[in-house]
């Protein structure tokens, strides 16, 4: 364990659920913002011409378990979303399932006040994580990824659907940021993305066909 993380303080829980799936020890969770056009227009924004990139601490990750809510917000979002995690040579080379919890009040404040979105996207917790399941990507591969909040689906999506694919985003980050092996992917919400209240649980999967899913869950208080 690395002392960086030893220093959060927080309980060590494992990122991997499943057998065969893996801990996330990645240092960056680059996230991109719109990435789903009927989630862009749900909020009333724009579909953007080149990707929106926002970044969240590594430190945010949360393992599948218990999440604490933020009490300096009162519209927390969850926002389920396909995770892609940069190997040694920087292809992708594992997945999981994240939720990209979003301070939504405070996020609609920044936005008006044209400052950026920290405050909103990288508070502490604000990245449910799943443990990452290898995999050899194939080019368009694509997946399903699905949220249910107190057994109800409440987001569904399938990345044929996203603006931006996996492989333009990687060339995008990998050419503007300083990505580290390890580091982690977030590729856009589909619609559907609402409020958490404490006692809510959330059951996030990725599907790639019938045999192969990746599914974590988390309780919040
Ligand atoms: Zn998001």
């Not at 724009?46 to 519209?75: H, N, R, W």
């Not at 590729?187 to 959330?202: I, N, W």
């Amino acid at each position: 364990m690395r002392q960086r993380r030893a220093n959060t303080g927080r309980r060590r829980t494992s990122f991997a659920t499943l057998k065969g799936m893996q801990e996330f020890n990645g240092r960056s969770i680059w996230a991109v913002g719109r990435n789903y056009g009927a989630h862009a227009k749900e909020l009333g924004n724009e579909v953007p011409d080149s990707p929106m990139i926002f970044l969240k601490s590594g430190a945010t990750a949360v393992p599948a378990g218990v999440v604490q809510l933020p009490d300096f917000s009162s519209d927390v979002h969850h926002e389920v979303e396909l995770a892609l995690r940069f190997g040694a040579d920087f292809q992708f080379d594992a997945v999981g399932v994240a939720l990209d919890l979003t301070a939504r009040d405070l996020q609609n404040v920044l936005k008006e006040k044209k400052h950026p979105w920290t405050l909103a996207k990288s508070f502490r917790g604000s990245c449910p994580l799943s443990g990452f399941r290898p995999i050899q990507l194939e080019r368009n591969q694509q997946f399903r990824v699905q949220l249910w909040i107190n057994d109800v689906l409440r987001q569904d999506g399938h990345t044929k659907d996203l603006i931006f694919q996996p492989e333009v985003l990687r060339e995008h980050v990998l050419r503007h940021f300083p990505v580290e092996p390890g580091d982690v992917l977030l590729t856009g919400t589909p619609s559907g993305v609402a409020k958490l209240e404490p006692g809510d649980r959330a059951r996030a999967r990725v599907t790639l066909n019938a045999s192969w899913t990746v599914e974590a869950e988390w309780s919040f208080t």
